[in-house]
């Protein structure tokens, strides 16, 4: 079983950055592909990064240009770097892990595991 533990949330103003990191403990060898998604108040849950298990990425066309993806050396941690936060990106961040050869992310969260989540807050 992995468990995944996100951090690095907070509030910024509009402009800012953020890191956020997720760190998968346990059975960590099931694990070769990450992503993070995020849920407004409100509103579902949303797709917003992916790195596959050879560094392939991918990111929501809202956050094109402006996150970044990657993961440790170990591959057990994976970040998303935020730079120039809208107050659009509001949300709780949570990351999911699993096994998945490709870019297939909805796969992934279908059946990999989750964290329990962090709050961005992008506020004046």
């Known amino acids: 079983q992995v468990e995944l533990e996100e951090s690095g949330g907070g509030w910024v103003q509009p402009g800012g950055s953020l890191r956020l990191s997720c760190a998968a403990s346990?059975?960590?060898?099931?694990?070769?592909?990450m992503g993070w998604y995020r849920q407004a108040p409100g509103k579902q849950r949303e797709f917003v990064a992916f790195?596959?298990?050879?560094?392939?990425?991918k990111y929501a066309a809202s956050v094109l240009g402006r996150f970044t993806i990657s993961r440790d050396n170990g591959g057990d941690t994976a970040y998303l770097q935020m730079n120039n936060l809208k107050p659009e990106d509001t949300a709780v961040y949570s990351c999911?892990?699993?096994?998945?050869?490709?870019?297939?992310?909805?796969?992934?969260?279908?059946?990999?595991?989750w964290g329990q989540g962090t709050q961005v807050t992008v506020s004046s």
């Open positions: 999911n892990a699993g096994f998945l050869y490709g870019d297939d992310y909805a796969r992934l969260a279908s059946r990999g595991a």
């Open positions: 790195i596959s298990d050879v560094g392939a990425t």
């Open positions: 346990g059975a960590t060898f099931s694990v070769n592909a």
